[in-house]
């Protein structure tokens, strides 16, 4: 049986993720509150960050931006594009 979440990012009720996307309480915060196809949207959000701004995730630096990026992403204002991002 799938199960569904009232999608925060989305709005309306959606498949959810089959387990835990990121560990500690911001992953189960994401696991109750988002949807499948949004996690599939902050992937590919997440991984234009990571070559706009040639990020290296196992930099401790570079995860905390990426988890508050996440935390915006999901339950903020929304997160940003860099200010030189042009898509192809």
Known sequence: MTRTVNCIKLGREAEGLERLPYPGELGKRIYENVSKEAWQAW??????????????????KA????????????????AETPPDYRPE
């Open 43 to 60: 992937i590919q959000h997440q991984t234009m960050l990571i070559n706009e701004y040639r990020l290296t995730p196992v930099d401790p």
């Open 63 to 78: 995860r905390k931006f990426l988890e508050g990026e996440m935390e915006k992403f999901f339950f903020g204002e929304g």
